[in-house]
């Protein structure tokens, strides 16, 4: 008989290349295959800002935990799509301003739920972090799993991190948000970004991971990427590149990703 951890792993598929893993390997990780290797760098031959946007992500990512945490007062996240662990994550980020604060993190990658545990380990005694096996495609289950965690009466933080480039169509993407936002409390808010279709370079790029054996990933425009914000009020600067969404000094610098955050009225 086989145990979890083993069943799981027969599922990575080494030979085949995952954005999870690539994303892993431009950020340096460890947690990738030779294929992840491969094929992340013949993307970056193309396009070599890639390798940047990973870490500015990362960068954007805790500009946002820190203002929703310290000027927004939210204690509860909910980071669907998470991805493979690295470092300041969510959790990490926002327990570190409230000791108490609950976060639950959403992916349905195999590679990912091996690492869970890691991804388990709340940085405080007082908090809570949790893991829920679902895909993004399927709202319903992530709001029933997340509710055994966090309180959906007062205000949750939902954050899409660069993730909803695999979904085709975007009024797809329009109804999952809706879907989870719409169960949230007033004061709540919506993180959302992704990969743009702002130069030549880092559309072909695209193309030559889809080439390469990759999923193919879709990059959109801002003015596409901004109507997921509809009825919500946009947190300035709006939707801006990731590395214009509240600087620090010396992180401004051009990158194909726009992102933004709202407030639930």
């Known amino acids: ?54 870490g500015f992500s990362r960068q954007f990512l805790i500009r946002v935990v820190r203002y929703l945490a310290a000027e927004a007062g939210v204690k509860q996240f909910l980071d669907i799509g998470t991805g493979l662990p690295t470092m300041q994550n969510t959790h990490e980020v926002a327990q570190n301003i409230h000791p108490d604060a609950k976060i639950v993190y959403v992916d349905n990658d195999p590679m990912v739920l091996v690492h869970a545990r890691a991804l388990l380990r709340g940085t405080t005694s007082e908090g809570i972090t949790n893991y829920v096996p679902a895909d993004y495609h399927d709202p319903e289950t992530i709001l029933t799993h997340a509710a055994e965690t966090l309180d959906f009466s007062q205000p949750i933080a939902v954050m899409f991190m660069g993730v909803m480039g695999y979904e085709p169509d975007l009024a797809v993407i329009r109804s999952i948000v809706d879907r989870i936002m719409g169960e949230t409390a007033s004061g709540s808010h919506l993180v959302f970004w992704d990969g743009t279709n702002t130069s030549p370079e880092v559309v072909a790029g695209a193309n030559r991971l889809a080439e390469m054996g990759g999923v193919p990933y879709i990059l959109r425009s801002p003015d596409e990427l901004v109507t997921i914000f509809e009825g919500l009020t946009l947190v300035e600067p709006g939707m801006v590149q990731l590395t214009q969404w509240r600087p620090e000094p010396g992180e401004v610098d051009y990158i194909d990703a726009y992102g933004a955050v709202g407030r639930k009225p």
């Open 1 to 54: 008989m086989t145990t979890p951890d083993e069943d799981l792993s027969s599922q990575l598929q080494p030979d085949v290349p995952h954005a999870a893993r690539m994303w892993n390997y431009w950020m340096g990780g460890k947690d990738n295959f030779a294929a992840d290797r491969a094929t992340g760098d013949a993307v970056a031959q193309i396009y070599p800002e890639i390798a940047l946007m990973a």
